[in-house]
């Protein structure tokens, strides 16, 4: 007992374990020196010993102890982030054990596979890219369907309230490519629902310019006369522009993008005017051209 009368941690630890019949005591390899003193008490208590495991230690970037310092939050935090419980799970489980150079887990096959005897000897580190490429691994696996209600929580977030469930569903096929988190997805999503303004500067100075704009008039009367609105219809017609004008495609293409998303780097024109309609795409391009100078 300590002189306040609280009991000593090796001595509650074990007294603790013992009354909840712990078999398996599996921690980090800090607590090695207190296994031999706890055994110690297990003996004179006449209790069962239960199996011992120590497992490596899992250190910030620095390779120091990982503690708050290294923004370490707690695992809802990851959530409020945008990580999904999968990316979450097989990131912690890969963590000080392996199973061969698999990297991708479903939980079925963590419990099939985890032994003691896989788990390392080494410290891991805890590498938040790591995470965020598995998290993009399963945003990209799961059905857009399933997505779609947990992501419009994120754009409420940036202010954003989608009602068009149909639309939100092939929002997301676009951008599974992009995104590592829903945090991600739903700013890559914002051009969809919102005005793109400003656009990017150095771009739009690039592209958006007085040679563009008689080609964005005609490309802009042309969409309107297309008897469907799909991609195929909207790819042919860049190219029949492409031929007529011999601008190069890019040329047309970036003054387009941007003035549909604001930025230079998107995913597919075609099915981004798709989504978009008709009418907006026309709005958009309204307005790109009133910039071009």
């Not at 799961?142 to 939100?168: G, N, W, Y």
Request: aromatic residues 8%; contains cysteine.
């Amino acid at each position: 007992m300590r002189a306040d009368g609280v009991p000593t941690y090796n001595f509650a630890v074990v007294v603790d374990d013992i009354t909840m019949a712990i078999t398996h005591v599996i921690r980090g390899d800090d607590h090695i020196p207190n296994t031999p003193r706890q055994i110690l008490i297990y003996e004179s208590l006449g209790a069962p010993l239960p199996h011992f495991a120590h497992i490596p230690m899992i250190l910030g970037p620095d390779r120091a102890k990982l503690s708050k310092r290294h923004g370490a939050p707690s695992v809802m935090d990851y959530r409020a982030m945008g990580y999904l419980p999968e990316a979450v799970v097989n990131f912690l489980a890969r963590l000080g054990w392996s199973h061969g150079d698999q990297e991708i887990f479903s939980r079925e096959e963590l419990i099939r596979y985890f032994s003691l005897e896989h788990v390392g000897k080494a410290a891991s580190i805890f590498d938040t890219e790591k995470l965020s490429w598995l998290n993009g691994h399963y945003l990209r696996e799961k059905p857009a369907e399933e997505l779609a209600p947990i992501l419009q929580e994120f754009l409420e977030k940036i202010h954003i309230r989608v009602t068009d469930t149909h639309k939100l569903v092939k929002v997301i096929q676009t951008l599974q490519p992009r995104a590592q988190t829903l945090a991600d997805m739903a700013e890559q999503a914002r051009f969809y629902f919102q005005d793109p303004r400003p656009y990017e500067e150095k771009a739009a100075q690039k592209f958006l310019t007085a040679k563009i704009k008689p080609v964005l008039e005609i490309l802009g009367a042309r969409l309107a006369a297309l008897p469907d609105w799909t991609e195929e219809t909207i790819n042919q017609c860049f190219k029949e522009i492409q031929q007529e004008t011999g601008l190069k495609m890019k040329e047309i293409a970036q003054a387009v993008r941007l003035a549909l998303t604001g930025r230079t780097a998107s995913p597919g024109l075609f099915e981004i005017m798709e989504i978009l309609g008709r009418e907006e795409v026309q709005r958009r391009l309204q307005t790109a051209m009133a910039t071009c100078t």
